[in-house]
């Protein structure tokens, strides 16, 4: 199988329902993705996952880089090991979370120095390192590194952010690319920045 495959089976208007295939299992669209932010959807077992009609989770990158950090989870056989999970799983890139918990973040080309909301350590977190991090969590989506503004800030930072997020998912792609065995079986998306400005997003 090759490691991704997108089949639409019907459309109306513009709505549309398919499929992804991936080796890890076919994920219907429109999907329902449960979060799982810290390697577990609360309050549910995998099998609770399974039967309420869930081909998908979704993982996050800045949680589990902190706790229980992503080297351990690589240790432990990534991500599906560690949470008894063997369908497919999306790790966001971790930009949202560090440009929104995080106190004291320092933006710059290279990525954003911030403060663990856990204990106040210092960290750095690259278009590199995002995915890096999602690559040895065992990740099957891989999300590219992206930065956000608020939708509030005026349209030059707005699109200031744009061109960075662009710049950001060629490293994001070229680092993607480079880990060969993992980037064989799974796939990477980018992510659209440019606020609520349709001339931005275009």
Do not use: C
């Amino acid at each position: 199988m090759t490691r991704f495959a997108f089949t639409i089976h019907a459309t109306d208007g513009r709505a549309r329902t398919g499929a992804i295939a991936m080796e890890r299992g076919t994920i219907r669209t429109p999907a329902f993705m449960p979060v799982g932010t810290a390697a577990t959807v609360k309050a549910m077992k995998p099998a609770d996952v399974v039967a309420a009609g869930a081909d998908i989770i979704l993982g996050n990158t800045y949680h589990l880089m902190l706790r229980p950090g992503a080297e351990r989870v690589e240790r432990m056989g990534g991500l599906h090991a560690f949470m008894g999970w063997d369908r497919p799983i999306l790790t966001d890139s971790g930009g949202y979370q560090v440009m929104s918990l995080s106190e004291l973040t320092k933006r710059s080309e290279d990525g954003v120095a911030f403060k663990s909301h856990l204990d106040g350590t210092r960290h750095m977190l690259s278009p590199e390192r995002s995915i890096d991090i999602q690559r040895r969590l065992g990740s099957n989506i891989v999300m590219a590194f992206d930065e956000l503004v608020p939708t509030t800030t005026p349209r030059e930072v707005q699109a200031a952010a744009m061109e960075r997020s662009m710049r950001w998912a060629k490293r994001s792609r070229d680092a993607f690319d480079s880990g060969e065995e993992h980037a064989a079986h799974n796939a990477i998306f980018g992510i659209q920045q440019g606020a609520l400005d349709e001339g931005l997003r275009r």
